[in-house]
């Protein structure tokens, strides 16, 4: 089980230093194959016409002057849905419009002196970012170093007047939509001053906050008066009450018989009447009834009736019979009629005025009530037209802000460092094709070598086999053979080999 190991490690050390061996006796033609296929590539090399190569850089970043100012902020923001939104500025830069500008400006042809393609102009050209940086690097390979540095510069132009353009294009088609957007705007703001100022009228506005405070105040004030009110009234029941049980007589009555009693008319008829009704009750101690000075005296009795029936008609307005102690009364009870009739004048009077100060509570309670729910609705109003004055406004502070931007030259792209022109041309592609051809060479001059050692061994195997002895090569090391060597084939000796 060990021996296999030395022997598979004999025997690739046999191969190796066949190998190495065949180096030293065939050294001269494998440095011939790969300083054959080197030459090539120099010649190859050499024969390529030189070329020469300019680059720019830009920066990209976003313009700082609409921060500042105020004036165009949103118009050149760099936004993408890419992850580096280089990478959308750079397929901008090689896109085949940015490309036709750059060849119209310059003018480039082709070798057949045709209008160069987009697509030819861009197998030479290289646009990447410059490392971890907001630079975008613009580079240009051509035959004549003055043509790659005015390719590159006029590419730079070319981007960053593209860049100005397009946010002025933004800032344009911005203008038009919040010009559109204006009008609608300002009848917002119409109709919402509209909806404030009817409300206010519907509802009697003036300001709910200074009238919440003066409702407030009315009610402690009508309050104050209703208890006053209400005690007058009590005091003006009690009085009148009191009155009217000494007197016997209600309102109406009493002041019927004051009228009665302050009427001369009716005093003199009834004067009258009493003195002819005593004249009369004097004679009838003298005379019959039937005797003719009793009859005279009570038809006088009775005209002077029909006389007091008539003045009382004209006191009274109707022909109502009156109670004769309606008739005529004396100065005290004048004196409590006229303070019946003043009591319930105050009674009258304090009943009307807390009706009057009720009522009067009543609208500034429900008024009270009311406010709330007006100072609610009046505030919802305010704030649409303070949202459609504050949203007006935006538009047009936005609309003179774009005006300005459209005239302004906004970008978001710098030239940081134009191309110059080269002193030498570029030898990079040069060097390349002779690395590669070194490079090929020794891989031919390699696998020459191994196809020679696999010749020669399977020669050998051959006339091994044919009976013929070949004796191995000598190490170069000039050491002993391996112990696999040590006999011929097939058991021959190398004194018995033909």
Not at 201 to 216: F, T
Not at 272 to 299: M, N, W
Not at 309 to 325: C, H, K, M, Y
Not at 423 to 450: K, N, S, Y
């Amino acid at each position: 089980m060990e021996t296999q190991p030395l022997h598979a490690r004999e025997s690739l050390d046999l191969e190796l230093g066949q190998y190495f061996d065949l180096l030293r006796r065939k050294w001269l033609v494998l440095a011939l194959i790969w300083g054959g296929t080197f030459g090539i590539a120099v010649g190859a090399a050499l024969l390529k016409a030189p070329s020469y190569q300019a680059s720019s850089k830009v920066l990209v970043k976003v313009d700082q002057t609409a921060s500042l100012t105020g004036i165009g902020k949103g118009v050149g923001d760099i936004n993408s849905i890419a992850k580096n939104p280089l990478s959308t500025e750079i397929e901008i830069i090689l896109a085949s419009p940015t490309l036709e500008r750059v060849i119209g400006t310059l003018d480039l042809k082709d070798e057949e002196g045709k209008t160069l393609k987009p697509k030819d102009l861009r197998q030479n050209l290289d646009v990447k970012v410059a490392g971890g940086a907001d630079v975008i690097e613009m580079s240009y390979e051509a035959k004549e170093a003055q043509l790659a540095a005015d390719v590159v510069d006029e590419l730079s132009r070319v981007y960053i007047e593209s860049n100005i353009l397009d946010n002025q294009l933004q800032a344009s088609k911005a203008r038009l939509l919040t010009e559109q957007q204006l009008p609608e705007s300002e009848r917002f703001v119409q109709q919402s001053e509209a909806s404030l100022r009817d409300f206010k009228e519907s509802n009697g506005i003036v300001s709910l906050q200074d009238e919440a405070k003066s409702v407030v105040l009315a009610l402690q004030e009508l309050d104050s008066q209703i208890l006053q009110a209400q005690s007058g009234l009590e005091e003006a029941k009690s009085r009148s009450s009191k009155l009217r049980e000494t007197l016997g007589l209600s309102l109406s009555q009493a002041m019927l018989a004051s009228d009665l009693s302050q009427s001369p008319a009716v005093q003199n008829a009834l004067l009258e009447l009493q003195a002819l009704e005593r004249d009369k009750a004097v004679k009838l101690g003298t005379y019959t009834s039937l005797s003719p000075v009793i009859q005279v005296a009570s038809a006088e009795e009775e005209s002077l009736k029909q006389l007091l029936r008539q003045e009382i008609a004209g006191v009274v307005g109707n022909t109502t019979e009156v109670p004769d102690r309606f008739l005529q009364m004396g100065p005290m009870r004048q004196d409590l009629i006229a303070r019946f009739a003043d009591a319930e004048v105050q009674r009258l009077a304090f009943q009307n005025r807390l009706q009057i100060l009720s009522d009067s509570r009543s609208l500034y309670s429900g008024r009270a009530t009311s406010i709330p729910g007006l100072e609610q609705q009046q505030k919802e109003l305010e704030r649409t037209q303070e949202v459609a004055r504050q949203s007006y406004q935006e538009n047009l502070r936005r609309l003179r802000d774009l005006q300005v931007a459209e005239e302004q030259s906004i970008g978001n792209a710098v030239l940081l460092e134009p191309a110059a022109v080269a002193d030498e041309p570029d030898r990079t592609e040069q060097q390349v094709i002779m690395g590669f051809g070194g490079l090929a060479g020794a891989l031919l001059a390699a696998a020459a070598a191994a196809l020679m050692a696999f010749g020669e061994s399977n020669r050998s195997r051959r006339q091994a086999q044919g009976g013929i002895y070949v004796p191995p090569p000598i190490p170069s090391n000039g050491g002993a053979l391996p112990p696999g060597n040590s006999t011929s084939p097939r058991g021959t000796s190398p004194e018995g080999a033909v």
